[in-house]
């Protein structure tokens, strides 16, 4: 499963972005997916994640009430709405599959994993 993300881009704080990630294929199994995202020198960190059938969601407290994860399914697509951003937002967003039917905030809980999208927040 080949995972693309987009939607990244350089916003002023305040501003609004979605992400999208599209896989390749759906995967043999009912799959979690995820975002996590990276700033150099830092550890990959768990931002959002959904259950295979939309119907449970977990965020990093970082992003609770700003950010909204969802999925269309039928499309092999998950989404990241990302609202009132700020320069702490500044990462490569990276999309996966989780291992499970259920996210989980581990990177080791994932399977496959996208190339990423930055996302660029100024102040």
């Known amino acids: 499963v080949q995972l693309q993300a987009s939607g990244g881009g350089l916003v002023q704080a305040g501003d609004s972005l979605r992400l999208s990630c599209a896989a390749s294929?759906?995967?043999?199994?009912?799959?979690?997916m995820a975002w996590f995202r990276q700033v150099p020198g830092k550890a990959r960190e768990f931002v959002a994640g959904?259950?295979?059938?939309?119907?449970?969601?977990l965020y990093a407290d970082s992003v609770k009430g700003r950010f909204t994860i969802s999925r269309d399914s039928a499309k092999n697509t998950v989404y990241l709405q990302m609202n009132n951003l700020n320069p702490e937002d500044t990462a490569v967003y990276y999309c996966?599959?989780?291992?499970?039917?259920?996210?989980?905030?581990?990177?080791?809980?994932?399977?496959?994993w996208g190339r990423g999208t930055l996302v660029t927040v100024s102040s």
């Open positions: 996966a599959v989780a291992l499970s039917s259920y996210a989980a905030m581990t990177s080791s809980s994932y399977r496959y």
């Open positions: 959904i259950s295979w059938r939309g119907d449970s969601t």
């Open positions: 294929r759906r995967t043999n199994g009912n799959n979690g």
